[in-house]
C-alpha cells in the first residue's frame, strides 16, 4: 500500500519504503556503512540502542547523511533513551513494543515514531499516542493473512511496515496484504559483514521492491 503524499513521513519512505536495522554496528564504521546502504536507495537508518555506543553511530551518521537520510535509533525502550537520542541529533523512534508513555515522548521532542505493535489492540492504542508509522514484529508470527485482516479495520493512511525474516523475494506477499514498507536487519547488515556485501545486499533489496512494484 503506497505511503499517502500528505503523511509525515512520506518524504522518506515514498521511493524506497526499506528500513535499514545495523543491530551492532559500531561507531568507527557507521558513516562507511551508511553511505554504501545509501546509494542503494535507502532513505531511513536506525541503529538499535543495544548496539556498541549507538549514539555516537547516531551522531555520526547524522553528521554524514542528515541532509539525505531520516536516522535514529531502533529498541527504544524508555523515555531517557528518546531524550538521548534527540541529543545526540537522531529524528526517529523505533520501539520493538507499543509503550504509550515512549510514544508521547518521541512527539514532545518532535521525532518521527515507528512502535513495534503484534496486535489491533496495540496498534489502535500506539496510533492514538501519536505513533507515525506501525512496525508490525515479529513478522514471522504475523502472517500476510493477518496483516490483511489488520488492513481491514486499520486507518487506511497508516503505514505497516513488517520487520523480522523479510528477504527480496517474500516482500510480496506481504504486499499484497497491505505492508507499506519493511524494516531489514540481519539479511542486509550484521557485525563483521564486508561493506562490498552490505551494499550488495542493500542493492537487493532496492532492487526486489522496485521490481516488485513497477514489474
Not at 17 to 24: E, H, N, Q, T
Not at 149 to 168: D, E, H, M, Q, Y
Amino acid at each position: 500500500m503506497p505511503i499517502e503524499t500528505n503523511h509525515p513521513m512520506h518524504d522518506w519512505l515514498h521511493a524506497l519504503p526499506l528500513v535499514a536495522i545495523l543491530r551492532g554496528l559500531e561507531p568507527t564504521q557507521a558513516v562507511e556503512v551508511g553511505r554504501a546502504i545509501a546509494e542503494a536507495g535507502f532513505r531511513v537508518l536506525e541503529v538499535p540502542m543495544n548496539s556498541p555506543q549507538p549514539l555516537e553511530s547516531i551522531r555520526a551518521l547524522q553528521d554524514a547523511l542528515g541532509n539525505t537520510c531520516l536516522i535514529g535509533a531502533g529498541t527504544v525502550l524508555n523515555t531517557q533513551a528518546v531524550d538521548d537520542v534527540a541529543n545526540a541529533g537522531g529524528r526517529l523512534i523505533v520501539m520493538p513494543h507499543a509503550d504509550t508513555e515512549v510514544i508521547h515522548a518521541a512527539k514532545a521532542r518532535g521525532l518521527y515514531c515507528v512502535p513495534g505493535v503484534a496486535t489491533p489492540t496495540e496498534a489502535f492504542a500506539a496510533l492514538a499516542a501519536g505513533a507515525d508509522a506501525l512496525k508490525a514484529f515479529p513478522a514471522e508470527q504475523i502472517s500476510p493473512a493477518i496483516l490483511r485482516a489488520w488492513r481491514a479495520v486499520l486507518p487506511k493512511t497508516t503505514p505497516i511496515l513488517p520487520v523480522g525474516g523479510i528477504s527480496p523475494t517474500n516482500m510480496d506477499v506481504y504486499v499484497a496484504a497491505g505492508a507499506a514498507g519493511f524494516g531489514i536487519g540481519s539479511a542486509l547488515f550484521k557485525p563483521g559483514r564486508p561493506t562490498p556485501d552490505i551494499a550488495q545486499a542493500a542493492r537487493d533489496f532496492a532492487a526486489g521492491w522496485h521490481a516488485l512494484n513497477h514489474g
